[in-house]
Each structure stands twice: as structure tokens, then as C-alpha cells.
């Protein structure tokens, strides 16, 4: 059974403000601001809060897995410098990628948007598929924990009109990406994001952490953990991403014999992928 983690969230979505207060606390800290009480004390919030955060800052790559220290990983020390109060959605699709390919820390992520859910959907019939899904693989997986975590995850993505305890009206950044819509008690529904929120430079990366050199564009249009499953594109909008990439020379595509091949050009890393998108910044951070 792979160590799935379950339950570490402490019943708590990544709320606003959290990621960008935590990350300049790591930063200016010289001691493990986990450690103790000093979570509490330094990022305002309560004990089991301070649990919640620090799952969501690991799982989600920013945050180094340790015990003994808190510190910023490469894309946690990238946020800082290029995006330091996290008000871009080019961040949060890349926070929302990173969770969706992490199936061991966020498995119910990962498998959710591996289930190829195309339209409207109810949560007890996803829940449900959720643990066979789990099952198949991982026989101890406890159902009361898919359906809790499940639970997060939908609050996650998701804006509600809570009237009870206040705490429950803070909403996820992760709702803002707009790819999963609450339409009414317990129904659902898929939403593609928006063309101009989620920049081709990701879901390029998405692509060159998948192949090596090259794809087949109708395998990647069925194939688990590709970019058109994790970001709920439909095959236009995979496409025109496809020719924006193109026009700006990271891949080439051979239609030769109808096989639609796609070269890619660059392995782009982390640093190459924020340059690239806040390249303006790289400019007037070298001018001054």
C-alpha cells in the first residue's frame, strides 16, 4: 500500500491570505515556525489551523518535508521573489498543479481530476468512485476519510453561501480558477477555466514534466495526469494552447501521416517558467 496521506488537513481548505503570510514568515524566520507554539504566534491563526497550513504548504510544494526546520522549496523561494502576495493566477494554477500531481500527500486531487469527469456530477457518486478508485491500489484506504477529504477538496474549489459559524465563509484562492462550480446542494458542475487566466507557459510545463521530447496530440487527449484532465480543458481550447506554443517556438508539430506528433523545443524549469511570465519584473529588477 502506498503511504497516502488522509486527513491532514485538519478539516481546513488553504483559506485567503494563508500561502502568503506563511510564505514570508519561512522566509524571515530564523527558527521553524511550526515548532510549538510559534505557528499560532506568528501567523495569527489557531493550533489545528497551523497543522492544516503546513500540510497544504508541503503538499503543494512549497514547503521543504522536514521536522526540524521550516523552509521554502525552489517554487516556495520563486512565489516570494516573483509573486509575493500570490495575486496572480498564473501561481495558483501552478499551487493547483502541483496538489494534483502529488498523489501521495493529496490523492483525492490527483484521482478526482484523473476521473475524466466531463459535465455535472453529485458528490456522494463521485465520492464513491473516489474509493474504488483508491481501493484498487491501496485496500486500506478507509472510506470516511475519502468522503472528509473530499469534502475539503469540493470547499476548496468552490464558493458556498455558509450562514453558520463565520469561519466557514472564507474562501480558497483555489475557487478563483474557476473549474469546478457548486450549482446546488450537493451537484456539481466541470467549468473550463478561463482561456486568458491560465497561461500556455504551465500548461507547457505540465506537458514537459510528461514527455521527455515528444507526444502524440491523441494521446495526451486520453492519457492520465495530462493537461487537458488537470487543467478540464476540452480539446479546442488544448489545441489553441498547442498553436500558442507553437507561435512562440517551444514546439513544433508534424501532422505527417496524420500521426499529429508535437517536438518540444525547451525543457523549461521552474526559474525558466517564472522568467518567462513576469519577465517584466526580471527587466526592472536588472534597471535598478
Not at 103 to 116: C, D, R, V
Request: hydrophobic fraction near 40%.
Amino acid at each position: 500500500m502506498s503511504d497516502l496521506k488522509f486527513k491532514r488537513n485538519e478539516s481546513f481548505y488553504i483559506r485567503d491570505g494563508w500561502f502568503q503570510k506563511a510564505i514570508h514568515s519561512i522566509y524571515n524566520s530564523q527558527e521553524n515556525i511550526f515548532s510549538g507554539t510559534r505557528g499560532v504566534d506568528e501567523l495569527g491563526i489557531g493550533s489545528n489551523m497551523v497543522k492544516g497550513l503546513k500540510y497544504w504548504l508541503i503538499a503543494s510544494g512549497v514547503l521543504q518535508k522536514s521536522s526540524t526546520k521550516s523552509e521554502l522549496t525552489e517554487f516556495g523561494q520563486l512565489l516570494l521573489k516573483f509573486d509575493p502576495y500570490l495575486e496572480s493566477s498564473f501561481s495558483w494554477f501552478l499551487i493547483h498543479y502541483n496538489l494534483v500531481m502529488n498523489y501521495n500527500e493529496a490523492p483525492i486531487f490527483n484521482t478526482f481530476f484523473n476521473l475524466k469527469i466531463k459535465t455535472k456530477f453529485e458528490k456522494d457518486d463521485i465520492a464513491n468512485a473516489l474509493i474504488t478508485q483508491l481501493k484498487e491500489d491501496n485496500e486500506g484506504v478507509k472510506d470516511s476519510y475519502v468522503f472528509d477529504d473530499f469534502n475539503v477538496f469540493l470547499k476548496s474549489y468552490t464558493i458556498e453561501d455558509n450562514e453558520g459559524d463565520p469561519e466557514d465563509n472564507y474562501i480558497c484562492p483555489l475557487s478563483s480558477l474557476n473549474l469546478i462550480e457548486r450549482k446546488q446542494k450537493d451537484v456539481y458542475l466541470m467549468k473550463h477555466p478561463h482561456y486568458s487566466e491560465l497561461s500556455y507557459l504551465i500548461v507547457y510545463y505540465a506537458l514537459s514534466q510528461m514527455y521527455k521530447k515528444q507526444f502524440n496530440i491523441e494521446d495526451a487527449l486520453i492519457e492520465n495526469n495530462s493537461p487537458i484532465y488537470l487543467f478540464n480543458l476540452d480539446k479546442n481550447m488544448f489545441l489553441q494552447y498547442l498553436d500558442e506554443m507553437r507561435k512562440n517556438d517551444l514546439i513544433a508539430i508534424n501532422k505527417t501521416a496524420g500521426l499529429n506528433t508535437v517536438y518540444l523545443n525547451k525543457k523549461m524549469t521552474l526559474q525558466n517558467l517564472f522568467e518567462r511570465r513576469f519577465s517584466w519584473l526580471c527587466i526592472v529588477s536588472f534597471t535598478r
